[in-house]
């Protein structure tokens, strides 16, 4: 939300400077994200006069001009703008100023061959406007030489976040009341007279909706003149972010903006017969002021006329009954609608407003009449014209909360001694009222107020949060006991594993869009009210974000990505509810190496390096990697000549790796090789013996291992790890490691086969091996590889 410096002391009498203001907001519990300054975008313009216009001598549509800057000499300055002309007062930026529309720096320069110091400015070329038709036009006696951001009025704005609980700080009158408990300054009563209506209202009002729209307040103001809004009501309503339209439209959202009471002016010759509240019926549609068609259902409410639907009710009016520049005779429309019931229908219509915002978090039940007042004196005033008697439909409900209240909570709940009388102090200057017994009654801006906490919490806020001391928490002697689960220990230990391989985190978003989620998943879960289209589904893999990471990266020139990433995936269990699984992927794009003289071209990431990332974190997350298989079927995301998985086993599968499916590079806009990874941490085995915290004590062996090389004759077809689990299972009391080094096919290997070589390591116990005893083990190796098809090579 965005308000000037000016608009908050209409309603606070302070003398506060930008930054006291802006420290005690975020104190009390109003979070600054931003302060603009528009004397700093201003910098370098001063107000001008120009004393002759003549025309360019290269240019037909240009002219020279010579400007009074109050300093000095006048300047020479080469302007296009047709109303430039002599005895014109406007803006000029001098050399060295930034022009804040396109953010192009002023300097002197050569225009067609005649030097010019500078430029005349446009409103749009200020962000003033959107006039670009000519220069500034300022009144004849505007001082020249002033600086036009003091001139002009340079008003900061303020840019600050209100939680979903302070339904009262959605206007700038509650946030000047929050400073003024504060001690800021002091807060300006409203006042606030009422019109007495010269005529019955022409047009019957009634609420046939008492759930949804409990109560529906309203007036006819005729012979209004509609048309541009004063110029302060332009600067507070474009301070906070607004489009000035008309001043009818203007002045609803100023008392929109400026005391959170959303409203709304129908244009009367638009209407037929009664308005009303009432739920919307099947089939109807509302054309809103967006320019949308919305499809409606009985359980919205709708302002609507006996032609149709003219207002989805509390959220965002009808485009064919709006105001225009037309409209003499408006009817005003002020009432409260049930939050919880403005809130589904947002949802379901996927249709947010800034009235929505409001009157889901709750509006004040008892400002209808005061709001009411203010804004048909406001169009009066504005826009002329003569006022109904206003009617009144239905009732809202006006319980507020009453609570016994004991003093003694702000230090008990609070951790903060808060004399008796500053509490008073404070809950008063906040709207509530104290009795002498502490029964405190919340005002009716104050929905959110249930409880003895939540006084506390006022209380305590207003007193200064920096004002509560920093305790530890007690802490029992002794060793303390670990509190991290396994899986959290798992978490951190992998975390660590990755970044000591070089790898990146990456932290990415749980949501997809559905045509990526559906890329590595079919059953997803879809959400109702997503932030937005691209955050609907959960996402069923890793993979996704990081693909689309990855493409980012490249796009931004990146040569060589390595991203892991550790979190959930989220899936359907067999009975339909949500399953959380815990898993880590990788992803390697770009060169692995760079090019060089001695390595030539650059070497981009291969399935190898896939399946060496995949094994490495698998053993650091205490897989037995020696007894996994290598398995195909790592899914239509991979590439499937280059992909495959590790499994225990046929069924459980713990990893898949390999290249991308070119098709799904194409889909995430990944240009050049990308290898993957896939760690599907729920999948492995918990260790035998697990609660055993000591690991057994190192004792290395007493005698020297011995190395034997075997060369085997395989099938082309059969994997090398098949055969290295087969030499491996021969003797496991003698053999302790098999490492493939070398895998040759060519002259000597028959067709359709291969030779692996392999390293056997043999580790003797309590005495050296004799030749009868390596050979036995060889003869052992040798059974075990014949058993697999592999023929020891003559």
Known sequence: MKFSLSWLKDYLDTQASVAEISATLNAIGIEVEGIEDPAAKLAGFRVARVLTAAPHPNADKLQVLTVDTGEGEPLQVVCGAPNARAGLVGVLGTAGAVVPANGMVLKVAAVRGVESNGMMCSTRELELGEDHEGIIELPADAPVGTPFAAYHGADPVFDVAITPNRPDCMGVYGIARDLAAAGIGALKPIAVLAVDGAFPCPVPIRTEDPAGCPAFFGRVIKGVTNGPSPRWLQDRLKSAGQRPISALVDLTNYLMLGFGRPA?????????????ARPARAGETCLALNGKEYGLDAAMTVIADEAGVHDIAGIMGGEHSGCTETTTDVLLEVAYFDPEAIAA????????????????????????????????????????????????????????????????????????????????????????????????????????????PDLVEEVVRIWGLDNIASVALPRVDGVARPTATPAQKLERRLRRAAAARGLNEAVTWSFLPVPEAELFGSDLWVLENPISEDMKAM????????????????????TSLRLFEIGRRYLRGSDGASDERLSLAVILAGDKAPRGWATGKAAPFDAFDAKAEALALLAEAGAPV?????????????????????????????????????????????????????????AIP??????????????????QAVTRDFAFLVPADKPAGDLLRAVKGADKANIVAARLFDDFRGAGVPEGHRSLAVEVTLQPADKSYAEADLKTIADRITAAAAKIGAKLRG
Not at 412 to 430: C, Y
Not at 658 to 678: Q, R, S, Y
């Open 686 to 703: 918990g260790k035998r013996g697990a609660a055993t915290f000591a690991r057994p004590a190192y004792a290395p062996p007493a005698l």
């Open 626 to 682: 020696d007894s996994l298989q290598v398995m195909g079927e790592a899914g239509p995301q991979f590439h499937p000549g280059q992909s495959a998985t590790l499994r225990l086993g046929p069924k459980t599968v713990l990893a898949r790796f390999g290249m991308i499916h070119p098709a799904t590079a194409k889909a995430f806009d990944c240009d050049g090789p990308v290898a993957m990874v896939e760690l599907f941490l729920d």
């Open 345 to 452: 229908t947002g949802r379901k219509l996927n249709l947010t407003s800034d009235a929505r915002s409001r009157f889901e978090r709750g509006v004040d039940p008892l400002f209808l009449d005061t709001g009411l007042e203010m804004l048909t004196r406001l169009i009066l005033e504005t826009c002329g014209g003569e006022a109904s008697a206003v009617i009144r439909a239905g009732q809202a409900p006006c319980e507020t909360a009453s609570i016994a209240y004991d003093p003694g909570l702000a230090e008990t709940l609070g951790g903060v001694i808060i004399p008796v009388g500053e509490q008073r102090r404070i809950l008063e200057a906040l709207g509530f009222t104290v009795a002498d017994s502490w029964t405190v009654t919340a005002p009716g801006w104050r929905p959110d107020i249930a409880g003895a």
């Open 264 to 276: 709304h002016a129908y244009d009367l010759a638009k209407l037929t017969g009664a308005v009303v």
């Open 539 to 558: 996402r069923p893999s890793l993979l996704p974000g990081l693909l689309c990471a990855a493409a980012r990266n490249l796009a931004r020139g990146a």
